[in-house]
């Protein structure tokens, strides 16, 4: 199965979002949104005419945006609309290179958090996680924010209207 409507539009002021994938937005630069090492089937597909990132054979993907880091200090959210058919946790990880910018240099900070249905997470309706950035308490810094992860148990999932806002 798959979405049959395309996931919500957001509304927030263009001025207050950092986005990294949606329609409603200019997106920032990224690199992959399958890295070499991660362990998912990727393809960019339209939804009732509306660009969505699909993946499949699900086990976790590496999105990264090295080449031009984020720095989303000002920012107080994080926000990833997911659609999947089946399973009860997906995860969101956010990765910072620290001032160095590169992997694991010593400054590295990230923290993984955990969506279970029914409460958190959803199947078979697209599902808006809107997630305070002080919730990504092993986050140290958000300055040099170089790799979002997604993984969880859903087989496969349909992201949309990926950003950061405050």
């Given at each position: ?11 927030l ?26 362990v998912a ?18 086990v976790?993907?590496?999105?990264e ?22 399973g ?6 956010l ?5 160095d910018?590169a ?20 199947t ?11 919730d ?6 958000r300055?040099h ?5 997604i ?5 496969t ?5 990926v950003?950061f806002?405050?």
């Amino acid at each position: 199965p798959a979405p049959l409507t395309a996931a919500p539009t957001p509304s927030l002021a263009a001025g207050n979002v950092i986005s990294l994938f949606s329609n409603a937005y200019t997106n920032r630069t990224v690199d992959t949104w399958s890295a070499s090492w991660d362990v998912a089937d990727f393809a960019d597909v339209q939804i009732a005419g509306n660009a969505t990132k699909k993946y499949t054979n699900l086990v976790y993907a590496g999105i990264e945006f090295t080449s031009s880091t984020i720095d989303a200090t000002a920012e107080t959210a994080f926000h990833l609309d997911v659609w999947s058919p089946r399973g009860t946790t997906f995860k969101v990880k956010l990765v910072d290179f620290g001032p160095d910018g590169a992997f694991s240099g010593g400054d590295d900070s990230e923290q993984e958090l955990t969506f279970s249905t029914p409460t958190t997470f959803t199947t078979g309706s697209w599902k808006g996680l809107e997630i305070p950035l002080s919730d990504f308490t092993g986050l140290t810094s958000r300055a040099h924010l170089a790799q979002l992860i997604i993984s969880g148990d859903v087989g496969t999932a349909y992201i949309d209207n990926v950003y950061f806002h405050h």
